[in-house]
């Protein structure tokens, strides 16, 4: 049990190199992951990426470098790279967000995965390292997943993570002149050792056969 008059704030999220089997996801710099990225989230072939995104998608590189830069100062985020051992690229990115150290709940959102990264183990075990440096490394309380009502990709994939959707927040948001309903998803403390033993059961190489199909779904190894 919490003693909450005793609770004092956590360190910031964001800060620290998460080294996994098959991805490590590290702070951004942009000078050195800023051309990856564009090259992985850019062009029309990607351009579905940006439906449920606040910006439209950027013409190029240094649009896109300056628009993500102008955001993680404004708003507060710690943007993380997604960076699979197999090749070293950044081919994905998250955020830790609504950053809230003395209450110990943090967001993670503006999640971006290139092709390269779709459907694999290591876009999964990202999600994982990111919860992990949260609830252990930092002793955060609450976990937050939110995203357009209509996304259903995204909802779908916030319980495939394990998250429990909390609600609907009603015209919450303008978006690209279009109204936003927010649906809100969480993970706390006291679910995550649960969460923490479906992602790592779907993770396990026996989880695999020959040929890299999985052998369970990772939402049936939820609680």
Known sequence: MINFE???PRARPGQDLLQG???RVEPVDWSRHGDDLAASFLGKE????WTYMSPYPPKNSEDF?????????RFGWEVMVIIPETTGLA???ASFMRIREAHGSVEVGFIMFGAALQKTCAATEAMYLMMRHAFEDLGYRRYEWKCDNLNEASKNAALRFGFTYEGLFRQDLIIKGKNRDT??????DKEWPAVKRGLEAWLKPENFDKDGRQKSRLKSLMP
């Open 6 to 8: 005793q609770f004092s």
């Open 91 to 93: 081919v994905g990115m």
């Open 21 to 23: 089997k098959f991805v």
């Open 65 to 73: 470098i300056s628009i993500m830069q102008l955001s993680s100062q």
């Open 46 to 49: 990607n351009k579905y990426l």
């Open 183 to 188: 649906a809100w998803f969480s993970i706390t």
